[in-house]
């Protein structure tokens, strides 16, 4: 069974959300997600001070197996990127919900926290 933090929030994508202290929120793709991926060969993350709304694709990871599209989760802005992932993007599978994070963003609106999947609804999600 993939591993669920308990801390942070979903998307039905499989991504993660976690809200830093000063409002952030940082994101990356689930155990799962990378379960399913396999070895992961490239990532492209989005640029510094792109604005996004939710669900608009703003990232790719590619694995031997398929390239996955990454959406955002909240609207806002991107403030930083995890560029350790340009030369080892098998960082999201070593550590999926720590170093393989793949994108800061500002949320333009931060209740829209409360509309993200918590761990019990995206285990669900994962069952069903």
Not at 21 to 30: K, P
Not at 40 to 60: H, I, K, N, Q, Y
Not at 91 to 107: E, K
């Amino acid at each position: 069974m993939s591993e669920i933090p308990t801390e942070l929030k979903f998307t039905s994508e499989h991504e993660w959300v976690r809200v830093e202290d000063d409002g952030a929120v940082v994101v990356g793709i689930t155990d799962y997600a990378q379960e399913q991926l396999g070895d992961l060969v490239f990532v492209e993350t989005p640029e510094a001070g792109a604005s996004f709304v939710a669900g608009d694709v703003c990232a790719v990871v590619e694995s031997v197996k398929a390239a996955s599209d990454i959406y955002a989760p909240v609207a806002g802005a991107v403030v930083s990127v995890n560029e350790a992932l340009q030369d080892s993007p098998e960082l999201i599978s070593d550590d999926p919900y720590g170093a393989g994070w793949l994108f800061r963003m500002t949320p333009e609106d931060p209740a829209e926290w409360e509309d993200l999947l918590d761990s019990d609804q995206y285990g669900e999600l994962l069952e069903s």
